[in-house]
């Protein structure tokens, strides 16, 4: 699908000051060295989003599900990939619900079902999934490891069955930890990017300030399609649920290491849940293959990822295992809130001429792909900046209109393209500086930061829809004259942060906490001598998870620099130069 239409600024964005009938439109070429302008219809993205038609997605659906039925007619088909067995021990791990119950997807809107069909190579599979996002679904990493799910996957959402048809979505990305270790099931964590949003609810991650959600003792609830019985191999057809109790490190560390003969478990990464298991179905309650993938959830947030036990999932005082959420965030947190214009999990860059026409220059990693038109109208745009503001995957731009001296919310709509113009009433256009770090306040939604004339700092908690809840003070004077810009994680917590430049072309990092009355620590000075004329904080610009900047300099120089996840003065790596002649524009963000 094109971004159809995106940015046709039609009578419902007049306030953009478009032309008067008839004048003539300049088309601006991009001032990159050597490099070409890619001039894309006006009004139209020079890009297109990847979504799978419905008729793939179902058939992929069908494939599997027949893969499913000869299983359970005793031909084997895994629930997961299957992994080595593990020499020295009498039992292996397994990935993976046994003495739960049945219950309603109406229970956990946010549980999705995963299916992998490949005819070619004869491979169907199954997880379970959570939605953490309208376009993101979390994962095991060894449901997807080594997987095209893009081209083989499908994600059913809203149903309580596995014999039927809900929601359907297509896979357009797919992330896993780069340390994930298969035979060992190390660093189990993934996070799929969705060809569209979905309309069910989601569910947020565990934070750092959410340690006591892990205390031993606490019911936890998972979710699955699993099998029901150690000695089956016929998954479950409705969506069941046990309440299991957290272990703690010691006591499933001990109990784990004596049955594999290894130590598999690794305190501080994974967690356990459950009470040792029987050595038979009752009075076993435990997760097991199928259920992988799926949620632990303590007081409505996601603390772990039902990831693997012992084989059989009834060992004799064995547990189940879970990827411990919390101190992933740093990683996967970023992965969930990524969108950019040409949805590949990289930041661009958008540039502005003085005739008001727009230009995208779309991201490679460490250097920018030729400049793409996108359309006219824009001069009358103070500043602008990118973000999707309620993450379903669409490409967003906040910006001030000069001629009405409010704030417009260019709503893009990640299916169809189309643009909506919404007028912000919750927020003025009259504060000094605006940013959008991302979600500070930890509710999942991003959040709008803005300075005043006095030097005071301000949070807007967003409810995802272009408008604001009360603002929250943050600092009293002290950003008088100061330019606030950022988006995404810095100091590599997962949490969004804030960067501040002062008059004296200082630069300091506010890290972000999460909470909603305090939502940044103590400022960290981390650069020196910035006199740019433009800061550019769109995102990750090099696809790693961490958030990058660029800027002008006063000779047009367009430099990159990239993020470290450090919260000190080597915040940013070596920079590296993009371009030159960046001084033609008149508003990069």
């Known amino acids: 699908m ?13 306030a953009l000051a478009l032309p008067a009938a008839g004048a003539a439109q300049a088309v601006d070429g991009p001032a990159l060295t050597g490099a070409g302008t890619t001039r894309a219809t006006v009004g139209h993205s020079a890009v297109g989003k990847p979504v799978t038609d419905e008729a793939t997605l179902r058939g992929r659906v069908v494939s599997a599900s027949r893969a499913v039925a000869a299983q359970q007619a005793g031909e084997p088909v895994a629930a997961a990939p299957t992994k080595p067995s593990t020499a020295g021990g009498t039992s292996t791990p397994s990935p993976f619900i046994i003495g739960g119950t049945e219950t309603t997807i109406a229970t956990a809107p946010w549980m999705v079902q995963l299916w992998y069909a490949n005819e070619a190579t004869d491979e169907y599979y199954f997880c379970g999934g ?19 799910w893009r081209n083989y996957g499908v994600v059913n959402a809203g149903v309580t069955s ?6 359907l979505a297509g896979v357009a990305r797919q992330w896993q930890h ?57 998954l479950a057809t409705k969506l069941r649920k046990v309440s299991l109790p957290l272990v703690s490190d010691t006591a499933c560390n001990t109990s784990m290491k004596k049955i594999l003969g290894k130590d598999y478990f690794v305190e501080g990464s994974m967690i356990c849940a459950g009470t040792p298991a029987t050595g038979a179905d009752a009075g076993t309650k435990a997760t097991c293959s199928g259920d992988s993938g799926g949620p632990l959830i303590v007081g409505g947030k996601v603390i772990g990822i039902v990831s693997w036990g ?23 947190g970023p992965r969930i809130d990524d969108t950019d214009y040409n949805y590949d999990g990289r930041a661009d860059l958008v540039a502005r001429a003085p005739s008001g ?7 490679k990693g460490t250097s920018l792909n030729p400049a793409a038109y996108i359309g006219p109208g824009w001069q009358s745009a103070s500043w602008a900046l990118q973000t999707d503001i309620d993450r379903d995957g669409g490409w967003d731009i906040l910006l001030r209109v000069k001629t009405d001296g409010r ?19 919750t927020v003025s256009g009259a504060y000094a500086s605006y940013a959008i770090p991302g979600d500070v306040t930890g509710d999942g939604r991003p959040d709008l930061v803005t300075t005043d004339t006095a030097g005071n700092g301000w949070v807007f908690p967003g409810k995802g829809n272009g408008e604001y809840n009360a603002r929250v003070k943050f600092a009293t004077g002290s950003l008088k004259g100061y330019k606030i810009f950022g988006r995404g994680d810095y100091s590599g917590d997962g949490k969004p942060d804030l960067l501040v430049r002062d008059t004296l072309n200082r630069v300091f990092l506010y890290r972000g906490t999460g909470s909603p009355t305090a939502p940044f620590l103590a400022r960290i000075t981390v650069r020196t001598g910035w006199n740019f004329t433009s800061l550019i904080a769109s995102g990750d610009v090099t696809g790693d998870g961490l958030a990058d900047v660029m800027a002008r ?4 120089n367009l430099w990159l620099y990239p993020g470290t996840g450090k919260a000190s003065a080597d915040i940013f790596g070596p920079r590296k130069q993009l371009a030159t002649g960046y001084n033609k524009y008149n508003l990069l963000f």
């Not at 094109?2 to 007049?14: N, P, W």
């Not at 596995?162 to 929601?167: A, D, I, L, P, R």
């Not at 059989?312 to 919390?326: H, M, N, Q, R």
């Open 2 to 14: 094109r971004r159809a239409a995106l940015f046709c600024l039609s009578g419902a964005a007049l």
């Open 130 to 148: 959570t939605l953490v996002a309208p376009n993101k679904v979390l994962t095991a990493a060894h449901c997807v490891n080594g997987l095209d």
């Open 162 to 167: 596995t014999e039927s048809n809900g929601v």
């Open 178 to 234: 780069r340390s994930y270790d298969d035979p060992t099931v190390r660093n189990d964590i993934a996070v799929l990017t969705l060809d569209r949003p979905l309309k069910q609810q989601w569910l947020r991650l565990a934070q750092t300030h959410d340690g006591a959600l892990y205390k031993a003792g606490t019911a936890a609830t998972v979710y699955g399609w699993g099998l029901t019985s150690g000695s089956s191999d016929t």
């Open 310 to 332: 012992v084989e059989g999932c009834t060992a004799k005082g064995a547990y189940s295992v879970f990827t411990k959420v919390l101190p992933y965030n740093g990683v996967a």
């Open 357 to 363: 026409n727009l230009f995208v220059q779309t991201s």
């Open 407 to 425: 704030l417009h919310l260019m709503k893009g709509d990640p299916v169809t393209g189309a643009v909506k113009d919404i007028v912000v009433k």
């Open 553 to 556: 300099d006063t000779s047009g």
